[in-house]
């Protein structure tokens, strides 16, 4: 598992767009599989997107077509471009990581970082 700060978080309007960044630590980022994840209130944690190492990605259907996960290993950093937001994207964003990619579908993590607000006013 890596060590993640998330950024870029805000309020946006619907149909307005939100680049969000998360800084990876703590392990061999470039042969992690990285995801994004998003909780609503009152609802669970849930997969929005991951990335494999050598950037195959997999999206969540609600957002298929309007996200983009990319990630810049010399950076040790992975994005999400979230673009035509709608107030159901309102949520705190997560990004967490690890070498198994079972393990990131799951989002079994221990720990998690602080995430980043997105908020769509309906």
């Known amino acids: 598992q890596v060590e993640v700060v998330e950024s870029g978080g805000g309020l946006v309007q619907a149909g307005g767009s939100l680049r969000l960044s998360c800084a990876a630590s703590?392990?061999?980022?470039?042969?992690?599989?990285m995801g994004w994840y998003r909780q609503a209130p009152g609802k669970q944690r849930e997969l929005v997107a991951a990335i494999t190492p050598n950037a195959v990605t997999k999206y969540a259907d609600s957002v298929k077509g309007r996200f983009t996960i990319s990630r810049d290993n010399a950076k040790n950093t992975v994005y999400l471009q979230m673009n035509a937001l709608k107030s159901e994207d309102t949520a705190v964003y997560y990004c967490n990581g690890d070498e198994s990619l079972l393990q990131v579908v799951l989002g079994d993590f221990a720990s998690w970082g602080q995430g980043t607000q997105v908020t769509v006013p309906s």
């Open positions: 703590g392990s061999i980022f470039s042969s992690t599989t």
